[in-house]
Structure formats: C-alpha cells, structure tokens
C-alpha cells in the first residue's frame, strides 16, 4: 500500500478529526502533569497529599494502615487491567465481524458511509488506544508493587533527614504510579471519543471535545478539589 493509497483511505475531515483527537489528548497530559497551567490543579494537590502520606508512614507503627491503602490500590488497578484485556478482546473479535459492524453503524442516525478500510483502520485506532490504557495500568500496578517494596524498606527509626528522605521517596514512587493509573484512565476517556468515529467524523470531533471539557471541569474547578483546597 502507498501513502497516497493510505492518506486516501479517510477523508480530510476524518484526518482533521484525528489531529484534533491526537493534539486534545497529548495536550491534555501536558497542561496537567507538565506544569502548563498555573492554576492549581487536582493532580498537584493529590501529590502534596502523598508526601503526606510518606510523613505520617513514619509515625505509625506497625505500618499495617499504609498495607491496607496500598493493597486497596492496587486492587483498583487490577480491575481495570484485567477489563482492558477483555476490552481488546472484544475488539479483536469485531474487526472479524466487520460487516456486521458496518451494517449496524450505517443505520445510526448521522451515519456515514465508510469503506472496510476505513472502519478497519478506525478499529485498529481505538484498539490501539485501549492497548496503551493496558500498558500504562500494568506499569502502575507494577510501580505500587515497588512502593510495596518501598514501605518495607523504611526504618523503624532514623534521623529526621534521613527518614524525610525516605518518606520524599515513598511519595515520589507514589506519585509515579498515580500518574500512570491516570493515563490509563484518560486513554479510557478518550477512547469513548475514538468510538464515536464509527458515527460521524463531526460527532468524533465534538465528542473529543466534550471529554477535554469534562476532564478539565474535573482537573481545575471540581468539588474534590476545592474540599482539598480548604
């Protein structure tokens, strides 16, 4: 196949739609974990609660408190994992019923005709999204593994620098997994948008730009934020 053949498969609506899509969705992470932005955001405010966290671990012992929240932890991000699995499972098994996938999209209201190519494609896009949501979930149940083993290298006792340098590491592992499990989350949102596409390039467009608004409503001005804020 040639890149003419290739660049032909979608329209240049369709194309615009997935920069855009590409652009939100990058951008997003970038605006939120990079610093772009200089209101203050969830993301910084559950990290200052990690270091928290990491201060008041060493206070407590035994640590079975700090067991219980990291085993809860990662019971969530296990849940998620395994669904992503059956999630490309499924997808896998639509791309071969693809024309009864064609056939049930072109019935929707605002639907447009697409080639096989072109709903493969899309397909493989979201599958490809939903495949990211796995990797960065297994990487953050594995970075919660580490703070597991994190914890249990802390001392009982020490002096106060070095158990602070203990607890700064405990939250920056800490901080390391969230953010992963946010990823993973954020691909989950954005994959809904992917979904739309089998509709209307338009609809793909919109959609992509009401989950940015959701998750920024959520990221900048939610009621978690302001308790934490207090």
């Not at 910084?44 to 929240?69: C, H, K, Q, Y």
């Amino acid at each position: 196949m040639t890149l003419a053949s290739f660049v032909n498969k979608f329209s240049w609506l369709d194309w615009a739609g997935l920069a855009w899509f590409l652009t939100c969705w990058f951008g997003y992470e970038q605006v939120v974990e990079r610093g772009w932005s200089r209101r203050k955001t969830l993301h910084e405010a559950t990290n200052a609660l990690r270091l928290n966290w990491g201060r008041v671990m060493l206070t407590r012992n035994p640590r079975i408190v700090d067991v219980a929240l990291i085993a809860n932890l990662l019971t969530s991000i296990s849940f998620y994992a395994n669904t992503s699995i059956y999630i490309i499972a499924a997808l896998f098994a639509a791309l071969g019923a693809l024309d009864q996938l064609m056939t049930m999209t072109s019935e929707l209201p605002f639907s447009r005709g697409m080639s096989r190519e072109a709903t493969e494609l899309k397909l493989l896009i979201l599958l490809g999204v939903f495949v990211v949501a796995y990797f960065k979930f297994t990487w953050a149940l594995r970075q919660f593994n580490i703070l597991s083993i994190t914890l249990g290298a802390v001392p009982q006792e020490g002096d106060q620098e070095e158990l602070e340098r203990h607890a700064r590491k405990f939250a920056a592992v800490n901080t390391c997994a969230g953010n992963d499990f946010n990823r993973g989350l954020r691909a989950y949102y954005f994959g809904m948008a992917v979904m739309s596409w089998m509709v209307s390039p338009w609809l793909f467009i919109v959609s992509t730009v009401v989950i940015v608004i959701v998750l920024a409503r959520r990221e900048f001005s939610s009621p978690v934020l302001n308790a934490l804020s207090q």
